[in-house]
């Protein structure tokens, strides 16, 4: 018996076959992983999105000249100083990955403390191509040693990994020769105070190839359990963990790429450094605790989240998950989680609507959660909400903030949107947009909008200024418009442009909210005869089917065929203004954007863009619908192939 022992383990201490076939993902991560993304099988998924309608609309002709010019920059300014600084080569390595890609975040010795942190691995299958694998890693090891750099080999399982030696500074070097910080040296008095160096840390890369498969990774405990796992050891992987086996089986099996988190894990580690003390008045007077406000918002009842991207002959579809026990939800996720009922377009949205979302969220349900989150986080939060009703009755004693506002919500919020009317990125971020509040008494729902403004208006003021303005009333077809005083509006630079005013109007059992007046007046004059509906468009109500249909609580649509058609036009007539936005970012000034104008042009010349009719046969529409179920809240979205690339 102890010579068969001794046996099995010999042989699991034996690194795999050559040409065994690597264990799928979960089987070959160690169950304590926190988190991965992955594409279990490279070759599958190049082939199959090189079908998709994204993938033929970025290789189409028309794009060629705007493709290849960026393309062109990233390469010059990005890929190629970066593989210069490195000395290696991208490609080489991502034209190896024939089966499964992966990356991923281990506990490591991660217990939570500032000075632990947890591990990563990566994990490439390069099946036929594990020679050129060898040859590729190999010339790595030479170029590191030729450069003077440190380098130190050890044996895992009987397989030789290869220790690349780097300090914290230099990667920081690497990355800002290629990504200039205009203002580094322009440090002084007047001007920007100077950041303080980080610690120059050393940072071990492991790496070496086990079969087929490349391993990298920042701890040798690491890599030891993965190739355990590769030679079939007993060591419990990422598929022994019941939670991940009920996810994957829900979201995984068809997929191209997909992630998992273990949130629970996570969050559970997290908290264990937080203070638990009683927080000092003085400096927390509204005795907030981070640990009691994590249990109150419900987020100790995350045990996953996950995403899985899939194609097929009819379209694509993303799946976005939280796994969520229905009995522990509580807070933020219980608020979020949609009921299960109609949330299709309702007979008066047009057709010719650009965006549609439905959400059928109990107001009054999610008020009363919301009291009792507050309450649990801190009894001084819920505090402020009496403040403000006891405000309030200084100017209306027989105002009642429950009866008069809460108990007048409904179980449903629609909002749709339509084409601007003019092509620019500031009619953009303002399209015609329409709200709608379903009320049991929307009338009453309007008169208590109205007065809380009248009464904010009454408010003291400064300087015996002039009275602010009150809200205004109109008839229109029989119904009462409410148009409210005048608020400041802003453009895309943050800079005051111009005023807006809010219009709302009782109608068929919804308060409708909108700040284009001819909107809500052209919801009021069809209403009762909208003409052509958006929920008669075809292809509609079989897209949906794939995210799960309309009666989850949760829908919405875009026309992107529309959607896409203005923005390109508008990239191609406003480019000023997004030049002007990315400019003055953060990757706008590293590339050198803000020091030279003409640098923009060379990244994004939209003035290359085809016209839309060239492309347009790529777009149709999208739709995503929300659900939750007794595991967890689902969303999905689903692109379907358009019309016009069908066989």
């Not at 102890?2 to 264990?23: D, H, I, Q």
């Not at 409904?410 to 339509?418: L, Q, T, V």
């Not at 075809?538 to 203005?566: C, D, H, S, W």
Request: proline letters at 7%.
């Amino acid at each position: 018996m102890k010579r068969y022992c001794l046996l099995l383990g010999l042989l699991a201490a034996l690194p795999p076959l050559p040409g065994a076939p690597v264990p799928a993902p979960e089987k070959l991560l160690p169950r304590d992983t926190l988190a991965f993304m992955t594409v279990p099988d490279m070759a599958r998924a190049e082939a199959d999105y090189r079908k998709c309608a994204g993938w033929l609309f970025w290789q189409d002709p028309a794009l060629k000249p705007f493709k290849d010019k960026f393309l062109a920059k990233f390469n010059k300014d990005i890929t190629q100083p970066f593989e210069k600084e490195l000395g290696i080569k991208f490609a080489d390595y991502l034209d190896l990955a024939r089966g499964q890609l992966t990356l991923a975040v281990t506990r490591n010795d991660w217990e939570g403390q500032k000075d632990q942190s947890p591990g990563f691995l990566l994990l490439l299958d390069a099946k036929e191509k594990s020679e050129q694998l060898a040859k590729n890693l190999a010339e790595v090891r030479k170029k590191w040693v030729d450069a003077g750099k440190q380098i130190k080999t050890e044996k895992i399982r009987n397989t030789e990994f290869t220790t690349l030696i780097v300090m914290s500074d230099d990667l920081r070097n690497v990355f800002n020769k290629v990504f200039p910080d205009p203002m580094e040296g322009w440090e002084s008095l007047d001007g920007p105070a100077k950041k303080k160096k980080p610690e120059n840390k050393k940072i071990e890369i492991i790496v070496g190839q086990s079969d087929t498969l490349l391993i990298v990774g920042g701890s040798a405990k690491d890599i030891e359990k993965i190739m355990a796992l590769q030679s079939g050891g007993g060591a419990p992987a990422l598929a022994d963990s019941p939670q991940y086996q009920a996810d994957h089986q829900a979201l995984f099996r068809r997929a191209l790429v997909y992630g998992w988190v273990n949130l629970k894990s996570i969050i559970e580690t997290a908290t264990k450094s937080l203070d638990e003390a009683t927080p000092d008045p003085n400096r927390n007077p509204l005795g907030l605790s981070p640990k009691t406000a994590i249990s109150a918002l419900g987020l100790n009842g995350l045990n996953s989240a996950a995403f899985a991207a899939e194609e097929s002959p009819e379209g694509s579809l993303m799946t976005l998950y939280l796994g969520a026990q229905e009995s522990g939800r509580k807070g933020l996720l219980k608020i979020l989680s949609p009921e299960a009922k109609d949330a299709g377009p309702a007979p008066f949205v047009p057709a010719d609507a650009t965006k549609f979302n439905r959400w059928r969220l109990d107001l009054k349900k999610a008020w009363a959660e919301l009291e009792k989150t507050l309450n649990e986080i801190s009894p001084a939060l819920l505090g402020t909400l009496t403040f403000f009703e006891t405000a309030i009755k200084q100017q209306d004693p027989n105002f009642d903030l429950r009866k008069n506002l809460i108990e007048n919500l409904g179980d449903d919020i629609i909002s749709y949107e339509k084409a601007p009317e003019r092509l620019s990125f500031e009619a953009l971020t303002a399209q015609p947009t329409l709200f709608l509040l379903a009320s049991p008494d929307p009338e009453k729902l309007l008169a208590t909008v109205k007065a809380l403004s009248g009464l904010a208006a009454m408010g003291p003021r400064r300087g015996g200024g002039a009275a602010p303005a009150k809200p205004e009333e109109r008839e229109f077809l029989g119904r009462k418009i409410v148009t409210m005083p005048p608020s400041p509006q802003f453009n895309m630079r943050g800079e005051r442009q111009g005023e807006r005013r809010l219009n709302l109007c009782a109608n068929a059992g919804y308060l409708a909210i909108s700040y284009d007046s001819a909107m809500l007046e052209e919801y009021l004059r069809h209403a009762g005869n909208p003409g052509k509906p958006l929920r008669d468009k075809p292809g509609l109500t079989e897209a949906a089917q794939k995210v799960g249909g309309m009666n989850t609580g949760l829908f919405g649509y875009e026309n992107q065929a529309q959607t896409m058609r203005i923005l390109l036009e508008v990239l191609k007539k406003d480019s000023a203004t997004l030049q002007d936005l990315i400019t003055l970012s953060p990757i706008g000034s590293r590339l050198g954007m803000a020091e030279d104008s003409k640098v923009f042009k060379e990244w994004f010349d939209f003035s290359l863009l085809p016209d839309y009719s060239k492309i347009s046969k790529y777009f149709d529409m999208t739709v995503f619908a929300g659900a939750a179920s007794a595991d967890g809240l689902t969303l999905k979205f689903f692109t379907p192939r358009p019309p016009q690339l069908k066989p």
